[in-house]
């Protein structure tokens, strides 16, 4: 199997959107991330993955801190500055838990570093919740790369 079919088998997962943000020496920092998930509940930790190469990943190891932001469906045009595709906009951040983050997320969760783990060219970071906020709305979703609006088919509680 080569790169792009493999990168096309997990595009058919369909994912919410995060933005993960840091703060280093007062300058806030951001990226749009898919891979997040959660770990436990007792304790209260999630994970994201973020690529060695990646800048954000230096920050987050010299913060030890990182907030994610789940998106709601109405955030895409936040996943796209995040993610690069648009450029030069000036964005307010709002404060959650001493953390930057992005404000009228779904979900909003500060977390201290708990633990990394190296896996190929990303790094796991383990987070330890500290705080979250949650509001009602729909969330932004993400299936073969593309985003998706999502209908309510729900046909049984999981």
Do not use: W
């Amino acid at each position: 199997m080569d790169d792009r079919m493999f990168k096309a088998a997990m595009g058919k997962f369909a994912t919410g959107v995060t933005v993960i943000t840091t703060e280093v020496d007062g300058q806030v920092h951001g990226m749009t991330a898919n891979a997040f998930m959660s770990v436990s509940i007792d304790p209260k930790l999630i994970l994201i993955s973020v690529a060695d190469k990646a800048k954000m990943h230096d920050l987050i190891k010299q913060s030890g801190k990182f907030a994610v932001s789940i998106l709601a469906e109405h955030q895409q045009e936040m996943s796209m500055v995040f993610a690069g595709q648009i450029k030069d906009r000036e964005i307010a951040f709002a404060r959650f838990e001493n953390l930057p983050v992005i404000e009228d997320s779904l979900v909003t969760i500060a977390c201290d570093v708990h633990d990394t783990h190296p896996a190929g060219d990303h790094t796991l970071f383990v987070g330890a919740v500290q705080n979250l906020h949650l509001q009602e709305d729909e969330p932004l979703a993400i299936y073969e790369g593309k985003y998706k609006d999502l209908q309510d088919k729900v046909t049984s509680e999981v």
